[in-house]
């Protein structure tokens, strides 16, 4: 039997998968965004001369393209949470390791102090909350938990 609680956890869930993949598919547009943007994007983050060499272009466009792939997969699991449960507990500790990781490299790289931080530690605290939300939403028998849409 679900309790208003649990309801709202579900709610709240689904609201923040769906916010979250709002904003990581606009990776796609970064994906084929002309070089000369990319250029100015990090002269503008004060990271030098942009090195416009094949590895660089490639892995750039292929990280947005993942980011991208990821929102989508978001939007999917959103829709039904309670179906999905297996997976977003996955997204969501592979969000929280990979913020982990990603700061750490961010710090390894020298990135700018505020992308630093706005990328690793909000992905992983993303994870963490999601985490939590899905413990909330329910038990882990998806016929004991309505769906929240």
Not at 18 to 45: D, E, K
Not at 96 to 110: K, R
Request: proline residues 5%; aromatic residues 10%; hydrophobic residues 50%.
């Amino acid at each position: 039997m679900n309790d208003g609680s649990t309801d709202f956890h579900q709610r709240l869930l689904v609201v923040l998968l769906r916010l979250a993949g709002s904003v990581i598919v606009l990776a796609f547009l970064a994906m084929i965004m002309p070089t000369s943007w990319m250029a100015i994007t990090h002269r503008g983050l004060g990271l030098g001369a942009f090195p416009e060499t094949p590895i660089v272009d490639y892995l750039s466009r292929s990280i947005c393209g993942l980011y991208g792939f990821h929102g989508v997969l978001l939007f999917v699991i959103s829709s039904d949470p309670v179906r999905y449960r297996s997976i977003v507990r996955y997204v969501a500790l592979m969000d929280l390791l990979a913020g982990l990781f990603v700061t750490i490299i961010d710090l390894h790289a020298g990135m700018p102090l505020l992308w630093t931080l706005m990328e690793g530690p909000s992905t992983a605290a993303f994870g963490v909350v999601i985490l939590y939300l899905l413990k909330r939403a329910g038990s882990d028998d998806p016929a004991s938990i309505r769906s929240a849409h």
